[in-house]
């Protein structure tokens, strides 16, 4: 196994734990880094356990089965890339990293183009981390973080569209960006979702559905105008929903292949995405969920 230290160039970054989770991050990251040509590490984060028996606590210890596990986790990760695309042995390049995990991962998103993870992955004797490393992740790297679930493993209908959440914010902006852009590259339609979430608010401002969903068109065409311009290959389908984004976006990831998100969004009563509505996305949808940051 080969362990690249230097931190320039990372390409497409696959945090790896031997999870299944983590098995259908590999897979999908071959997939996109053939389809984006973009070099792919395999990194797993090792984290020094607190020894406190039978001698005084001693902080950041690495165990000698930790060092045999993240070794075997390593190439279980390059085999299961190999068999995706039929790779060369040089088509990716691996790393084992000593120190907190997300800390970590986020400090080599810095100088990673993606970072892919597992929805949810192993604890240190094989139990299930409950989105703790994905979740901070997505809420704190410096680059686009693509979660992907253990059941996402077969690979999506090429001809599936890209859905993206759109509420007006900067991050709506580049999530939007960011999702031309892959539709672009998959040759596939883009839907643009815009989500008004505070139902009970038409009344007080003597409003009512139609009225909303006229300025919700008007928004979405403006968010939209310039994108189309500069991708007229890009089919868009714009949908308008009154209701909780999450919900809509969850439900629409079962036809999609990919789903987009921002960061966080813009506060008020259209306000959306991470915090809580990329989080719930990223953690329940039913494809690959990008958090565009």
């Known amino acids: 196994m080969s362990h690249n230290g230097n931190g320039a160039g990372y390409g497409m970054v696959v945090a790896v734990d031997g999870s299944a989770e983590s098995d259908a991050a590999v897979r999908w990251a071959a997939r996109e880094a053939t389809l984006r040509k973009i070099p792919v590490t395999v990194m797993h984060v090792v984290e020094p356990m607190i020894v406190n028996w039978p001698v005084p ?7 000698e089965w930790q060092e045999a596990n993240a070794r075997n986790v390593i190439k279980h990760a390059h085999d299961t890339f190999v068999a995706v695309e039929e790779s060369a042995p040089d088509g990716i390049r691996h790393e084992i ?3 907190g995990i997300v800390a970590e991962l986020v400090d080599v998103s810095k100088n990673a183009t993606m970072m892919v993870v597992g929805s949810r992955g192993l604890g240190a004797f094989g139990g299930a981390l409950l989105g703790s490393v994905s979740s901070g992740v997505i809420h704190h790297a410096h680059c686009p973080v693509a979660v992907i679930h253990g059941d996402q493993i077969r690979r999506p209908d090429p001809r599936s569209p890209v859905l993206v959440g759109i509420d007006g914010s900067p991050a709506s902006e580049d999530a939007t960006a960011f999702a031309f852009d892959e539709a672009s590259r998959r040759r596939v ?6 989500a008004w979430s505070d139902v009970g608010v038409f ?4 409003m009512d559905w139609h009225e909303y969903e ?9 968010r939209l ?3 189309r311009e500069r991708y007229p290959d890009v089919r868009v389908t714009r949908q308008i929903v009154c209701d909780q984004p999450a919900r809509w976006l ?7 292949q990919l789903v987009v998100v921002g960061s966080h969004g813009r506060a008020g009563f259209a306000g959306m995405l991470l915090g809580s509505v990329g989080s719930k996305v990223a953690r329940a949808a039913y494809s690959p969920v990008i958090v565009v940051r």
Do not use: K, N
């Not at 006229?214 to 403006?222: A, M, P, V």
């Not at 969850?250 to 999609?256: F, K, L, T």
């Open 203 to 206: 009344s007080a401002l003597g």
């Open 214 to 222: 006229d300025q919700g068109r008007e928004l979405l065409g403006e």
């Open 225 to 227: 105008a310039g994108w």
């Open 250 to 256: 969850i439900d629409g990831s079962r036809h999609a």
């Open 57 to 63: 606590p001693v902080q950041g210890s690495v165990t």
């Open 189 to 194: 339609d883009l839907i643009a979702l815009h």
């Open 97 to 99: 990293r000593y120190a």
